[in-house]
T-cell receptor, first 110, second 111 residues
Framework: EPEVTQTPSHQVTQMGQEVILRCVPISNHLYFYWYRQILGQKVEFLVSFYNNEISEKSEIFDDQFSVERPDGSNFTLKIRSTKLEDSAMYFC????????FGPGTRLLVL | RKEVEQDPGPFNVPEGATVAFNCTYS??????FFWYRQDCRKEPKLLMSVYSSGNEDGRFTAQLNRASQYISLLIRDSKLSDSATYLCVVNMGTGRRALTFGSGTRLQVQP
C-alpha cells in the first residue's frame, strides 16, 4: 500500500537555525499539506499546496515558513530561523480526495 | 466556541464494551467529516469518513447530524487494540481543503 514518507524522523536544532523537513507524498496525489502538533495539543493546519503553489495557509504559517516542491517527488517545509515554540511534530499529508498522513518529523528547538 | 469540540476523556472501558464518542463543530458550512485514530506519538490515521446517512465499518459506526452540527462514533465489542485517541476532523468547506481537528478523545480498553 502506498504511503507518505517523511525525513528525518527526529531533528534537534539550535534556536535561530534553519531546518528543512522533507516529505515524499503518495505518487498520484495532487494536494499536499503540512500540519503540526505541539506536544499534548491538537493537530493544526499550516499550509496546503496544489499545482505548484500555495493554495491555503493558516495564521501560523508566517514569513519564517516556506514550502517547495523542488522535483516531482519531494515536498519540503523550511523554517528559516527556528524558535523554541516551533518544537512540535510536523506531519506531511497528501490527498487525491482523502488526506493520508506521513509518520511525522519530531522537531526539537533548543 | 472551539471549531471542533470533543470530550477529551479518558474513557476507560472493559474489553467487549460498547463506547460512543461525540463531537460538535461550529461551522454550518462544513462539508466533509472524518474520524481519525492517533496512537501515542504517531500520525493520525483515517478510521472512516462520516456521511449524513450514517455508515458502518465492521465494529465502527459513524453518524452525522447536520442540523445539530454533531458527529458520533460508536465502537462495539471493544478490543485492547482499540486503545488510542480518536480525532474528530472536519473540512470547514467554502473551497478550503484544510482539515480542522478536534483535540481528540482518549480511549483505554482494559482487559
Amino acid at each position: 500500500e502506498p504511503e507518505v514518507t517523511q525525513t528525518p524522523s527526529h531533528q534537534v536544532t539550535q534556536m535561530g537555525q534553519e531546518v528543512i523537513l522533507r516529505c515524499v507524498p503518495i505518487s498520484n496525489h495532487l494536494y499536499f499539506y503540512w500540519y503540526r502538533q505541539i506536544l499534548g495539543q491538537k493537530v493544526e493546519f499550516l499550509v496546503s499546496f496544489y499545482n505548484n503553489e500555495i493554495s491555503e495557509k493558516s495564521e501560523i504559517f508566517d514569513d519564517q515558513f516556506s514550502v517547495e516542491r523542488p522535483d516531482g517527488s519531494n515536498f519540503t517545509l523550511k523554517i528559516r530561523s527556528t524558535k523554541l515554540e516551533d518544537s512540535a511534530m510536523y506531519f506531511c499529508a497528501s490527498a487525491s480526495e482523502t488526506q493520508y498522513f506521513g509518520p511525522g518529523t519530531r522537531l526539537l528547538v533548543l | 466556541r472551539k471549531e471542533v469540540e470533543q470530550d477529551p476523556g479518558p474513557f476507560n472501558v472493559p474489553e467487549g464494551a460498547t463506547v460512543a464518542f461525540n463531537c460538535t463543530y461550529s461551522n454550518s458550512a462544513s462539508q466533509s467529516f472524518f474520524w481519525y485514530r492517533q496512537d501515542c506519538r504517531k500520525e493520525p490515521k483515517l478510521l472512516m469518513s462520516v456521511y449524513s446517512s450514517g455508515n458502518e465499518d465492521g465494529r465502527f459506526t459513524a453518524q452525522l447530524n447536520r442540523a445539530s452540527q454533531y458527529i458520533s462514533l460508536l465502537i462495539r465489542d471493544s478490543k485492547l487494540s482499540d486503545s488510542a485517541t480518536y480525532l474528530c476532523v472536519v473540512n470547514m468547506g467554502t473551497g478550503r481543503r484544510a482539515l480542522t481537528f478536534g483535540s481528540g478523545t482518549r480511549l483505554q480498553v482494559q482487559p
